[in-house]
């Protein structure tokens, strides 16, 4: 059911990848906005922290 090629982490660690990766599959693909995606505190942070880019960005298509 879990994903192994995600390093051990805690359940709510987990979630917030697993969110960040579909709302950058969707953002990329022109599926959605920044803002219809941010739908968990310190979106645009963890975005970056993540991807190293701003979500604006992806959906642009860098």
Do not use: K, Q, W
């Amino acid at each position: 059911m879990f994903d192994n090629s995600i390093p051990r982490r805690s359940p709510t660690v987990y979630l917030r990848v697993v969110r960040l990766e579909r709302v950058r599959a969707d953002l990329v693909d022109g599926r959605g906005g920044v803002t219809e995606t941010a739908l968990f505190g310190r979106f645009t942070e963890s975005y970056l922290a993540r991807f190293g880019e701003l979500p604006s960005r992806a959906l642009r298509g860098s």
